[in-house]
């Protein structure tokens, strides 16, 4: 049975972060698939179209690029049970793993059909610096039924709120740096590109 794993992300912008997360699960998972998404619980300052071709980029320019790495756009929803099941339509013989940031443990009780999403995926729950998972967040998605594996990954203290609010441009990988200049996405983006 093929063993995939399902990686969506908001991606606003992506961050190298994101890219370790990616080659990790390259190196653990038969098939990874990717995809951009737009999150209840957050706003968006690029469409979905444009995190999407920026992940592209992202998985592009990875070292030791592994070719079972996939972009597939077509998956992403506001809710995450309907991106697992056109998962499964598209690969009826396989076995997920959704892949979630350990910042979203909180609120994965309160997500849509949480209960039969977790009984078509397993969850890897990716540590993210700064943020502990905590034992009753952690209690509740197993008393409805979560199979739970942390992923013994050390992610770069990176985020893309980061990259945002800051402008710290070590958030961010080199090509992802240059296709948000060219496209001239963020606000802040076009009002130093004004100075200059």
Partial sequence: MTKIALF??????????????????????????????????????TSLTQRSTMLLVL??????????IYLHPELSS???????????????????TLVVGSDLVKQLPH??????????????????PGVAIEEANWQKLMDIGAEIEI????????????YREQRD??????????????ERLYQWQDANTEKV
Avoid at 78 to 96: D, G
Avoid at 151 to 162: D, K
């Fill in 151 to 162: 992923a013994p990954l050390e992610v770069p203290n990176v985020s893309s709120s980061g």
């Fill in 59 to 68: 998985i592009q320019n990875l070292d030791d690029y592994q070719n079972n």
């Fill in 78 to 96: 506001r809710h995450t049970i309907e991106t697992v099941e056109r998962a499964r339509v598209k690969w009826p013989y396989s076995e997920f």
């Fill in 111 to 128: 997500w849509y059909k949480i209960e039969e999403l977790l009984q078509q995926a397993r969850l890897l729950i990716v540590p993210r």
């Fill in 8 to 45: 969506g992300t908001s991606a606003d912008p992506p961050t190298s972060g994101h890219q370790a997360i990616i080659k990790w699960l390259s190196q653990h998972f038969d098939q990874v698939v990717v995809w951009a998404s737009d999150n209840p619980f957050k706003s968006h300052q």
């Fill in 169 to 182: 441009s070590r958030n961010i990988t080199p090509p992802i740096k240059d296709y948000i200049y060219r």
